[in-house]
């Protein structure tokens, strides 16, 4: 796969000004959002920002709890930020932390799901490297291999028996399935 860039790898670090004003300011809010991470356990903050659709840029930044399952990576909080905000098409993340800094597996699917395409990954200096999210996911897992096409939601079923009669019948099984 051929970069935007001729003569550079998909994964290469952008030429000095080759860098698109939306990324710079992209990768300038994972930078200052990384300041903000709360990292008490392993000493490795992570900012992220995620470009939406409509040029709206939405920080995060790693959140960590002594509870080690229930830690929040950087990329997820900002688009999870972003999906509260109402923003559904996402097109770039970038990510800062130490050099060699990459997206875990969650992070890339939740990332896959609403369409972001490019990921810068930003060291503390330097200019950030660019991957497309497919080469850092070839196969991500999505409403097609459900086998149903996605539904919007439109309401909020209230707890209890009809809720679980309600699970049934998309086929989530009801009490067993923890509902």
């Known amino acids: 796969m051929s970069s935007r860039f001729p003569g550079h790898d998909t994964a290469a670090a952008w030429p000095a000004g080759a860098v698109r004003a939306g990324y710079k300011r992209l990768v300038r809010a994972a930078r200052a ?24 840029i939405y920080p995060g930044a790693n959140v960590e709890n002594a509870s080690f399952g229930l830690t929040q990576c950087a990329e997820r909080v900002a688009v999870h930020t972003a999906v509260a905000a109402g923003r559904r098409r996402l097109r770039a993340v970038a990510v800062a932390g130490p050099d060699g800094i990459t997206p875990c597996g969650a992070c890339r699917q939740v990332m896959a799901e609403f369409g972001v395409r490019t990921v810068l990954l930003a060291g503390p200096a ?13 196969r991500p897992f999505t409403s097609a291999r459900l086998g149903r096409r996605r539904r919007p ?27």
Not at 126 to 138: H, K, M, Q, V, Y
Not at 158 to 173: H, L
């Open 33 to 56: 959002a990384r300041r903000h991470a709360y990292a008490p356990y392993s000493h490795f903050p992570v900012g992220a920002a995620v470009l939406a659709a409509d040029g709206s």
């Open 126 to 138: 330097g200019p950030p490297t660019l991957i497309p999210l497919a080469d850092l996911l070839p």
């Open 153 to 179: 939601v439109t309401g909020r079923l209230r707890a209890g028996a009809s809720s679980r009669r309600a699970a049934r019948r998309r086929g989530r099984g009801g009490r067993r399935a923890g509902l």
